[in-house]
């Protein structure tokens, strides 16, 4: 596997690999914990994760509204990776500032994941580098809103 650019099978077979070895209580690796902890939040993914044979070539489409699982799950896991290395720059503080907004972890990442999903957006659109200033703006404004 690809460590910097996985395709989208390595992607996949990771997910599942993990999964079945949590699920057989085998030993993980810390990489594998991270992910075991990422698909503990999303039960709604454990058929999936449970089914490799019949979802590995799944394809989803998200204008009729399909929410890729693997690519949900792999945003967690990047936005986990910018925390634990505070990069941008203030990530790691504002990430706190909306566990503390929401009193857990799960809704504080969804907002970050929201804010980066934007700015890769944007990025594409505009055929630029992603703006880590417009990705900082956005997660301060997530701050400044309450909770509903």
Request: aromatic share 10%; charged share 20%.
């Amino acid at each position: 596997m690809s460590l910097f650019n996985p395709s989208r099978d390595e992607v996949r077979d990771f997910f599942f690999n993990s999964w079945a070895k949590f699920k057989q209580q085998q030993a993980l690796t810390d990489l594998e914990k991270i992910v075991i902890s990422v698909i503990q939040m999303h039960p709604e993914y454990h058929v999936i994760l449970d089914k490799p044979e019949q979802y590995k070539q799944q394809a989803y489409f998200p204008e009729q509204a399909e929410t890729n699982p693997f690519l949900h799950m792999s945003l967690h896991l990047s936005v986990l990776e910018q925390i634990s290395i505070n990069q941008p720059i203030g990530i790691t503080s504002i990430y706190e500032r909306l566990k503390n907004k929401y009193q857990e972890e799960h809704s504080a990442q969804h907002d970050v994941l929201e804010c980066l999903g934007e700015t890769i957006w944007l990025a594409q659109q505009n055929k630029t580098v992603i703006n880590p200033d417009y990705y900082l703006e956005l997660l301060h404004n997530k701050i400044g809103k309450s909770t509903q």
